[in-house]
C-alpha cells in the first residue's frame, strides 16, 4: 500500500528533475540575445566568430502591411542564414534608420508609423556595434540591410571600420547579394513566372508583399488586400499591385536570398 502510495511523489521528483535539467541546458539558438554573457563566450571560443548585425526600417508600406516589415523580414532571413552559414550568431535588430526628412517631411514620412534619424547618426550606430562586435571576439561583422535606402550608408561604414581595422584578424562585409536578390533578382524570378513590373513593383508591391507573407503572414491584412481596388502613391504602393501576392511567390524569394546570401559569406569569409 505504502509502496504504491509514493508512485506519483516519485513521479513528481522525476518531472521536476528533468524540467530543471532542461531549464539548465543552453538554448539551441543563433540569437544573440537569448544568451547570457558567458554562453557567448564558449561560443566564440568554439568557432562562432561571425555575427551578423540585422538592419530593418520603421515605415509604412501601404495599408495592407504593418510598419515593422523589414525589421521582422531581416531578422527571419538573417536567422535563416546564421544557420546555414554554422558559424555565425545574429545581433538585435536595428529598427531605426534613415527614412528622410521630417522638416518638412518627405517620402514615407509623410504616413504616419515612420521613423527616420540622420545618417550621421545612423552611421555612428552600426559603427560602435561593430566595434563591440570585434572587442568581443567576432572576427567577421556582417551587415544585411534589409531596405534600399541606406545601402550607400552601409557601404560607407563598412569602407571606414575596414581601414580603422588594418591590420587586425576583424573584417566588415556588406554583401551585395542580400540586397541585390531581394530586389532586382527576386522581381527577375516573378517576371519567369509572367508577373508583369506594374504588379512587381518596388515598394508594398506584389513582390514585397509576398515576401512578407512568406516569413510573417500575421503582419499582412488579407482581408483588406483582396477586397480593394488597386493601390497608388498616395496608398504608400509604388509602381505596383499586391492583390495577388502569396506566400508560395514569397518563399521563392527567400529561398533565393538565404541560399546566394550564404554562398556568397561562405567565398568572402573562407579561411578566416
Known amino acids: 500500500m505504502m509502496r504504491h502510495s509514493l508512485r506519483p511523489v516519485f513521479a513528481a521528483v522525476i518531472f521536476f528533475v528533468a524540467a530543471q535539467t532542461a531549464l539548465a541546458q543552453t538554448p539551441k539558438t543563433?540569437?544573440?540575445?537569448?544568451?547570457t554573457w558567458t554562453e557567448l563566450r564558449d561560443r566564440i571560443q568554439a568557432g562562432k566568430t561571425t555575427i551578423i548585425i540585422?538592419?530593418?526600417?520603421?515605415?509604412?508600406?501601404?495599408?495592407?502591411?504593418a510598419l515593422g516589415k523589414h525589421n521582422a523580414r531581416v531578422a527571419w532571413l538573417s536567422q535563416r542564414i546564421a544557420?546555414?552559414?554554422?558559424?555565425?550568431?545574429v545581433a538585435p535588430v536595428i529598427a531605426y534608420v534613415p527614412e528622410g526628412s521630417y522638416a518638412p517631411p518627405t517620402s514615407h514620412?509623410?504616413?504616419?508609423?515612420?521613423?527616420?534619424?540622420?545618417?550621421?547618426?545612423?552611421?555612428?550606430?552600426?559603427?560602435?556595434?561593430?566595434?563591440?562586435f570585434a572587442?568581443?571576439?567576432f572576427r567577421n561583422i556582417v551587415f544585411l540591410g534589409?531596405?534600399?535606402?541606406?545601402?550607400?550608408?552601409?557601404?560607407?561604414?563598412?569602407a571606414h571600420l575596414n581601414k580603422s581595422w588594418a591590420g587586425s584578424a576583424t573584417r566588415a562585409f556588406v554583401p551585395p547579394e542580400y540586397y541585390a536578390t531581394s530586389?532586382?533578382?527576386?522581381?527577375?524570378?516573378?517576371?519567369?513566372?509572367?508577373?508583369?513590373?506594374?504588379?512587381?513593383?518596388t515598394h508594398a508591391g506584389l513582390a514585397d508583399t509576398s515576401?512578407?507573407?512568406?516569413?510573417?503572414?500575421?503582419?499582412?491584412?488579407?482581408?483588406?488586400?483582396?477586397?480593394?481596388a488597386k493601390l497608388g502613391p498616395a496608398d504608400g504602393v509604388y509602381g505596383g499591385d499586391p492583390r495577388r501576392s502569396s506566400a508560395e511567390l514569397g518563399r521563392l524569394g527567400i529561398d533565393a536570398i538565404v541560399s546566394r546570401t550564404v554562398d556568397a559569406l561562405r567565398k568572402d569569409t573562407a579561411g578566416r
Open 54 to 65: 540585422p538592419i530593418g526600417a520603421t515605415e509604412q508600406s501601404g495599408p495592407d502591411v
Open 109 to 132: 514620412m509623410r504616413f504616419p508609423g515612420t521613423i527616420t534619424i540622420p545618417d550621421d547618426v545612423f552611421e555612428k550606430t552600426l559603427e560602435s556595434a561593430a566595434n563591440s
Open 30 to 35: 543563433v540569437l544573440l540575445q537569448d544568451l
Open 146 to 158: 534589409d531596405h534600399g535606402g541606406y545601402q550607400k550608408d552601409l557601404q560607407r561604414v563598412v
Open 183 to 201: 530586389s532586382d533578382g527576386y522581381a527577375q524570378i516573378l517576371r519567369q513566372r509572367g508577373f508583369r513590373d506594374d504588379e512587381i513593383g
Open 83 to 89: 544557420e546555414g552559414l554554422g558559424n555565425a550568431l
Open 135 to 137: 572587442v568581443h571576439g
Open 211 to 228: 515576401l512578407q507573407l512568406a516569413v510573417a503572414p500575421q503582419m499582412v491584412r488579407l482581408d483588406r488586400l483582396h477586397g480593394s
